[in-house]
C-alpha cells in the first residue's frame, strides 16, 4: 500500500472525452502466476507491464470459483448466491439482473465481447434478450471497425486460456523448463505434474500476448492513456484443490488495473477485494449511477489511497459445478470467509465428496477437470495418500486456516482448542454477512434454484 498513498491527494474526475474500458479476463488463471507476482518461471511481459503502470492487487479472489457463477458476480458487482440458478455452473442469467454492459450500453457505450465472455450455459433460457456481456465480435480489431466515430467503449477480451485441455507438450514447445517450475505441497513433487504445470504456462503466456495485442492496437489509435484496462482470471487454476474450491488455489486470481495517469505506477494494493467490486468500479469511473443491488464496492477510493476504504475480508463460496453429486442434481455448497490473517469454510454438506463421488467411466471426481497431475494423484493414490486426501476425500463441516503459519491452508485448526474462540467470531462474522447480503442458504434445506436449477449443459 506504500505506493498507494502517494494517491490520496489526487482527486477524480471522469476524464473528457469519457474513459474507454479494456476488460481482459483469462479462463482459469490463479495467482500468483505471473512474473510481477513472483513467479520466476511464466513468462508475462503484459501483466508485468501492467503492474509497473497502475495497480497490482495482491489479495483479488473470486466470488466462487468457478466460471457461470464468477463471471454472473463480475457482471452483475453481486455476490454470486445472490443470482438465483447463476449461481451454478452452466445456467442462465435472469434478465432481472442488470450488468454493467446492459447499464453502458444504455448510457451510449459501444459494447461487445471476444470470445469467452458469459457462461457456460444459455443466458436466454430465463428470457433475457440479449448476451449479459454485450454482442460477440470476431475480434478486437472488428470491434473497433464497428464502433460510430467518438464513442466510448467497453470490451470484454475474454479467452480460452489457460482452461484444459493442454497439449501434452505445449511447455516444451514454448521453451518453459519443467524441472524450474514450483511445485505447491498439495502435490507430488514429480515430473507428470511439473510437465502439466509448464503446459498450463504454455496458456497463461498466450492470453498475456494476446492482451499485449490490444494494448498495442489502443497505442496505435492514441487511446491507451483514455482507457481503464483490467487484466485478471475467472478463478484458479484447473487442478486439483484448485478450481472449484475455496482455498486460495480456486479463488484468488491476479489483477491488474490501469488507467493512464490516473494511477500512480508501481502501487501495490493488499487489502482483500472481489472480482464482484468490478462493476461499480466501471460505473463509478463513467459516471454511471449503480443499481442498489449491486453489493460490490467500488475499487476507486481504494485505487487512489483512501484509508476510509481500507477492506479486510471477502465472502467466497460455490453451489453445483457439474453434475458430480451421485444420483442426482444437487450442490456441494460452501461458504467461506478470507480475512487478511483466516481462511475460515462452513462445508455445508461435508457427508458428500466435495470433488464429486468416485463414478465408474471416463470422470471419476467430475468436479476435477481432468489432466495428468488428477490422475497421477488417483492412479497412485496409495503412494501419494496426503495428496488424495487433500485434494479429493470428504471434508468436515468447519476448516480453520492460519494463512501467516499455512499459506497453502493444509491444517485445519478449526477442532483445535486454541483457536476456540478465534472460530466462534468468524463463524458470527460469516453468518452476518450472508444475512446482510441475502444469502438464501441454509444448512440441511434443499433450495430449488441451486439443487434443481435447470441444468444447461452437455451432460
Known amino acids: 500500500m506504500l505506493a498507494a498513498l502517494a494517491l490520496t491527494a489526487l482527486s477524480f474526475a471522469a476524464p473528457e472525452p469519457p474513459p474507454n474500458i479494456l476488460f481482459a479476463i483469462a479462463d482459469d488463471w490463479g495467482w500468483p502466476h505471473a512474473g510481477c507476482y513472483g513467479d520466476a518461471v511464466v513468462r508475462t511481459p503484459t501483466c508485468d507491464r501492467l503492474a509497473a503502470e497502475g495497480v497490482r492487487f495482491d489479495a483479488a479472489f473470486v466470488s466462487s470459483p468457478s466460471c457461470t457463477p464468477s463471471r454472473n458476480a463480475v457482471l452483475t458487482g453481486q455476490a454470486f448466491f445472490r443470482l438465483g440458478q447463476g449461481a451454478n455452473l452452466w445456467s442462465t442469467l435472469a434478465p432481472e439482473h442488470v450488468t454493467f454492459p446492459d447499464l453502458l450500453a444504455a448510457a451510449g457505450y459501444h459494447v461487445g465481447h471476444w470470445r469467452k465472455a458469459w457462461g457456460p450455459g444459455k443466458w436466454n433460457a430465463a428470457g ?131 488507467f493512464g495517469e490516473q494511477l500512480v505506477g508501481g502501487t501495490v494494493v493488499d487489502d482483500p477485494v472481489s472480482l464482484a467490486d468490478l462493476a461499480p468500479t466501471f460505473l463509478e469511473i463513467t459516471g454511471i449511477d449503480r443499481p442498489d443491488a449491486m453489493t460490490g464496492l467500488s475499487l476507486w477510493p481504494l485505487l487512489r489511497g483512501s484509508e476510509s476504504a481500507r477492506r479486510d475480508h471477502v465472502i467466497l463460496g460455490r453451489e453445483r459445478h457439474t453434475l458430480a453429486q451421485q444420483g442426482d442434481n444437487r450442490s456441494y455448497p460452501v461458504r467461506a470467509l478470507r480475512t487478511r490473517t483466516h481462511l475460515y469454510i462452513e462445508n455445508l454438506r461435508p457427508e458428500d465428496w466435495p470433488a464429486g463421488y468416485e463414478a465408474s467411466g471416463p470422470r471419476p471426481f467430475r468436479d476435477c477437470d481432468n489432466g495428468p497431475t488428477k490422475s497421477l494423484i488417483l492412479e497412485e493414490r496409495e503412494k501419494f495418500a496426503d495428496a488424495f486426501r487433500l485434494c479429493f476425500g470428504k471434508r468436515p463441516a468447519v476448516e480453520l486456516y492460519d494463512l501467516a503459519k499455512d499459506p497453502w491452508q493444509l491444517h485445519n485448526l478449526a477442532d483445535d482448542p486454541a483457536h476456540e474462540a478465534l472460530r466462534s467470531e468468524l463463524a458470527e462474522q460469516l453468518a452476518r454477512e450472508r444475512e446482510r447480503l441475502g444469502d438464501p442458504r441454509r444448512a440441511g434445506e434443499v433450495v430449488e434454484d441451486f439443487d434443481r436449477g435447470g441444468y444447461q449443459g452437455r451432460g
Open 128 to 258: 433475457r434478450e440479449t448476451d449479459p456481456a454485450g454482442p460477440s465480435y470476431g475480434s478486437f480489431d472488428a470491434f473497433l471497425d464497428a464502433r460510430e466515430k467518438g464513442k466510448p467503449f467497453c470490451f470484454w477480451l475474454g479467452a480460452s486460456d489457460p482452461h484444459r485441455p493442454y497439449d501434452e507438450d505445449g511447455g516444451e514447445k514454448a521453451g518453459i523448463d519443467a524441472s524450474a517450475v514450483s511445485v505447491p505441497p498439495p502435490f507430488p513433487d514429480h515430473l507428470q505434474v511439473r510437465t502439466d504445470i509448464a503446459n498450463y504456462y504454455a496458456e497463461v503466456e498466450r492470453f498475456d500476448r494476446d492482451v499485449g495485442m490490444a494494448l498495442k492496437k489502443l497505442e496505435e489509435l492514441g487511446e491507451l492513456d483514455n482507457t481503464l484496462v483490467v487484466m485478471t482470471g475467472d478463478h484458479g487454476w484447473p487442478f486439483p484443490r484448485g478450481k472449484c474450491n475455496v482455498y486460495d488455489l480456486g479463488t484468488r486470481v491476479p489483477l491488474l488495473v490501469r
